[in-house]
Nanobody, 113 residues
Framework: QVQLVESGGGLVQPGGSLRLSCAAS????????MSWVRQAPGKGFEWVSG????????SYADSVKGRFTISRDNAKNTLYLQMNSLKLEDTAVYYC??????RGQGTQVTVSS
């Protein structure tokens, strides 16, 4: 079955960096677009970034543009999110999501001084 397993979250100070990973299995990862979404405490889901199947086209929410970079390694069935210049408002549970609508269990990112 489809499995998406996120990792790489943690506690970081404002201005710091984290790299999230999402290991995919159970489907042909290389043919599907993928996304990262997040849910801050007490709020709904927010789309963060997306990437097409080949990795050549990416898109970002205005709130993270210029700070986050999405990428993928189709040989490793893995999706990444490099997060730089983190802000307090980036605190959330981050989920990877497939074009088919599947979503992982999430990884917590906490930005705090």
């Amino acid at each position: 079955q489809v499995q998406l397993v996120e990792s790489g979250g943690g506690l970081v100070q404002p201005g710091g960096s984290l790299r999230l990973s999402c290991a995919a299995s159970g489907f042909r990862f290389s043919v599907y677009a993928m996304s990262w979404v997040r849910q801050a405490p007490g709020k709904g889901f927010e789309w963060v970034s997306g990437i097409n199947s080949g990795g050549g086209t990416t898109s970002y929410a205005d709130s993270v543009k210029g700070r986050f970079t999405i990428s993928r390694d189709n040989a490793k069935n893995t999706l990444y999110l490099q997060m730089n210049s983190l802000k307090l408002e980036d605190t959330a549970v981050y989920y990877c999501s497939s074009q088919q609508g599947s979503r992982g269990q999430g990884t917590q990112v906490t930005v705090s001084s």
